[in-house]
């Protein structure tokens, strides 16, 4: 919307023409930016759901017997995928994200933009009402004329009359699609066999592979200094509007109604950037039986493991040079990690022992040393035991240490400038939140921040930065399962397990949003010398001006519950067999500690259902196969710090999709299937396409009914 600052006028805005339109403010929602209902910018109309994506895969297999007990084994893959998003945002400019204007007439940023009254793009009736809006509330001498609001000389002082234009640029970059295309190349070559020592046989198997994917990405970037020298517009001897310096082919820029392509094409260009990532292994394992005990033979499985892996990031030339709003700057690295291991299972009690109720009792165990050249070294572990009374049931229960080294992706993602929303624990509508709200509370206020405060970052996504951590340590997880699996001999085909597990991650490696940033600094006991707080900066007003987001890692993740899977075969005689299958997870608790003493509690929230059940039922007769499968999620809430007053609408209730599939082999090597997906056409529950987790979450729901043909040649 325009604002021309006159309280006894409507708001107005522009059209697509540049005309001057009331402007329909929605209801309150406590939020200075977003309205419920009214006039505005509706994200959902500029957001694709889908993309328009072409997909190849190629394979090639070689198994060739070099003699009896060798074989030699080869595999080949190239897979390219393209997509491209049909849709996106427009260019902003606004205070939400570039700060308030000053008198200044260039080096706009993402700020609002300055417009003189005698802008040629103006309509003639649009200029008319706005001068005689600014002739009353810009009139400091009582002349009865708007005084120089825009210093266009860069004295300092104002010597222009005008205004300042904020919101979305319609026809800059939105309309232009964006597209990935990524290429995967990737080759095995390997020997496997077995070998006899002594009076035993051991199979054995070693390989190298090799693989390398490169992405393109291309966009349509805003090119800063061409933008804002097309923003300053005057008109040449015809009337006819021109950049005021018109050096470069310079075509002057409408930003009150709808820029053209050929505007677009001088303020904007078409860049790709690349990403290179390869990886090398070779391994070698050899397993088998070493001794006979009583109760069964011994196995046991030794093998080595090394790999290597490396990524580059290429930005386009315009980013990389600082051309572009975003600067980007090229990154490469890379690591090794050096393996090896041995596992076993000894049968304890069972076998040919014949003792009652004693079917089998087996111990199972492992052992891994792990050199890696970024994260160090480290020896991981698992013990367990596994007892069958009788044939029927069986009891298991392990314990495990291990640890999981940061990917190629977590150590090396190249820093980039993107926006995102967060809640500010310092808003009016969060400071009396946290696990201690007066420890927040007593952090923001000696922060600077005064209450009442509204954060734009809540509703008008900031700029943040986000990349790789190559300083990043291993993941340390100890976990703790047991549980039962059913297998009666009385009911054929069916079998049923439900397992406890409990899950304890130190060092867990997360990639940080803002908001968990954000808690992390301000909830701290430590405060201000929590980490987190050296990751974000305020304007004077308060405002956050940067977030440096990212992997890191924090102090420790908790994640308990209890996963049941049930499935059953019922052969129908000449009518075909079903097949049918039940998994349900429940999440007892799933915690976070990304800062001192700043536990985030993240089950029953959106995306994480404390209850997950999916059903399925397949029939399967000659050629024809039919699926169906039902998934129920509980209700959840969008966060759990929120207390009564934070949203109208805390959550969401459960939800229950039902997803079907049809198909027909036509040949041996030729399929076809009809698939739809939401078939009763279950909309998303109210409000959950809030969030980003809802969004993904329901998909299904947002998209509604869906179908699609499926068909499947082999060659």
Known sequence: PLDINDPNSPITQFDANGNLLPFVPGGGTGSVIFQNGGDGLKLSSLTSLFVDSERYNTSAFLNYDLTDSITLTAEAWYVTNKGTEIINQPVFNSPAFGGLPGDGYGSVGSGPIPVLIDNPFLPAATRQTIQAAMDVVQDGNGDGQADPTIDTDGDGVPDAVGFWRGGPLIGVVGNNPNSTKREMVRGVIGLEGDIALGDRDYFWDAYVSYGRTES???????????????????????????????????????????????????????VVDKVTIEQRVFAANIGGDILDLPAGPIGAAAGFHYREES????????????FTRNRLVPIDGEFDSTEFYVETVVPLLGGDMDIPFVDILEFEGAVRFVDNSVAGTDTTWTAGLRFRPVADIEFRGNFTESIRAPSITELFTPESTLFSFANDPCDERFINQGNVPATRAANCGADGIVQPFQSFIVNASQQITLSGNPNLDSEIAESFTYGVVLNPRFLDGFTASIDWFDIEIANAIENLTATDILRACYDSSAFPGEPACALFEREAQGQIADVSTGFVNVGLVEFAGLQTNISYLQPLGGFGDLTMSLTHLYTEQHLETPGSGNTLRLDGQIGESKDRVTATATWAYGDWRWFNQVRWLSSAVFDNADDADTRDVPGVGSWTVWDTSVAYAITDDLDVQ???????????????????????????????????VTVRARF
């Open 216 to 270: 393109f990405d291309r966009s349509l970037q805003i090119i800063q200094d061409r933008f804002e020298q097309a923003i300053l517009v005057t008109t040449d001897g015809n009337g006819n509007p021109v950049c005021v310096d018109q050096s470069n082919g310079c075509v002057a820029l409408d930003v009150v109604g709808t820029a053209t392509p050929e505007m677009v094409n001088f303020v904007a260009q078409s």
């Open 311 to 322: 990524a580059k990031y290429d930005p386009n030339d315009l980013a990389e040079n600082g």
């Open 674 to 708: 009809l698939n739809i997906d939401n078939l009763l056409d279950k909309a998303a529950p109210y409000a959950a396409p809030a969030s980003a987790l809802g969004e993904t979450t329901y998909f299904s729901g947002v998209l509604e009914r869906y179908a699609s």
